[in-house]
């Protein structure tokens, strides 16, 4: 069965970085396209990033674009966020999806920016 | 960017209430659009695929149907365990999603 497992999460300083890994097990990593997706707490669900299957084109929300970049490896099925000059309103719970229509989600991974 | 508005933001209904959401797109999505189901500290839970395919293993009390831009989501019996938070997802363009309608019991 599909899993996606995230990591990476923590207490990271205003003006930090982080990355989040995501890994995927139980379908063809390699030809899903995947995403990554927060939800602030007591708030809504916000997309974040998306990349292709192949890494060949990536897509940001404007809330995170110039600051955070979004990989994969698929020889290792892992997809990865990398958060820079990080804002107190990235505090959220971090969800990685696969799949354009983003049909399975992991269990997600907390960013909390705070000094 | 295609904006999705969906209404009620909380409803409160009494076990056994047909309880309806709707969601509306900015623009034609034909049908691109999930709808969720959220309880505290857990990740979503996809119902609803393409407007109206019900997930695998998913109760057929839910139901959703529409295209285009009009969308309407449906618990034909409300049960003590559908409390939660619903939204729906647009894939049309990347993923927008509605705002949520949280679920209460009377």
């Known amino acids: 069965q599909v899993q996606l497992v995230e990591s990476g999460g923590g207490v990271v300083q205003p003006g930090g970085s982080l990355r989040l890994s995501c890994a995927a097990s139980g379908f063809t990593f390699s030809t899903y396209g995947m995403h990554w997706v927060r939800q602030a707490p007591g708030k809504g669900l916000e997309w974040v990033a998306f990349?292709?299957?192949?890494?060949?084109?990536?897509y940001y929300a404007d809330s995170v674009k110039g600051r955070v970049t979004i990989s994969r490896d698929n020889s290792k099925k892992m997809l990865y966020l990398q958060m820079n000059s990080l804002r107190g309103e990235d505090t959220a719970v971090y969800y990685c999806?696969?799949?354009?229509?983003?049909?399975?989600w992991g269990q997600g991974t907390l960013v909390t920016v705070s000094s | 960017d295609i904006q999705m508005t969906q209404s009620p933001s909380s409803l409160s209904a009494s076990v056994g209430d047909r309880v309806t959401i709707t969601c509306q797109a900015s623009q034609d999505i034909s049908n691109y659009l999930n709808w969720y189901q959220q309880k505290p500290g857990k990740a979503p839970k996809l119902l609803i695929y393409?407007?109206?395919n019900l997930e695998t293993g998913v109760p057929s009390r839910f139901s959703a149907s529409g295209s285009g831009t009009d969308f309407t989501f449906t618990i034909s019996s409300l049960q003590p365990e559908d409390i939660a938070t619903y939204y729906c997802q647009q894939y049309d363009n990347l993923l927008t999603f509605g705002g949520g309608t949280k679920v209460e019991i009377k």
């Open positions: 393409d407007a109206s």
């Open positions: 999806a696969n799949g354009a229509a983003a049909g399975y």
């Open positions: 990349i292709r299957y192949d890494g060949s084109n990536k």
